[in-house]
């Protein structure tokens, strides 16, 4: 079983930056797309941003990009969400997910989760 563990999550002032960790368990096929989704207080989970291990191509909710940026670092196993200019409607849990599919945008094409990690932005 693939485990996903997500780190980086706290409290930040608006305008700050803040960045996500992301580490899976494994590299394979069945980790070959990583994504974030985030899931506001009392909303739907959305998605924010994924990556491609092999190519680093990337794909992320249209609203988000220019503030948000997903990377990887293929030498430690890692997926990074830098988010910057952040503000109050940023505020929820971020989720890190793995799946086969490389770029999905949607929550069914990911197999593995990890718990969440919470951020906040507040003054």
């Known amino acids: 079983q693939v485990q996903v563990r997500e780190s980086g999550g706290g409290v930040v002032q608006p305008w700050g930056s803040l960045r996500l960790s992301c580490v899976p368990s494994e590299r394979s096929s069945r980790t070959y797309g990583m994504g974030w989704f985030r899931q506001p207080p009392g909303k739907e989970r959305e998605f924010v941003a994924a990556i491609s291990w092999a190519s680093g191509g990337t794909t992320y909710q249209n609203s988000l990009k220019g503030r948000f940026t997903i990377s990887r670092d293929n030498s430690i196993n890692t997926v990074y969400l830098q988010m910057t200019n952040v503000q109050p409607e940023d505020t929820a849990t971020y989720y890190c997910?793995?799946?086969?599919?490389?770029?999905?945008?949607?929550?069914?094409?990911?197999?593995?989760w990890g718990q969440g990690t919470q951020v906040t932005v507040s003054s």
């Open positions: 997910a793995a799946g086969q599919h490389g770029l999905a945008r949607r929550e069914d094409n990911y197999d593995y």
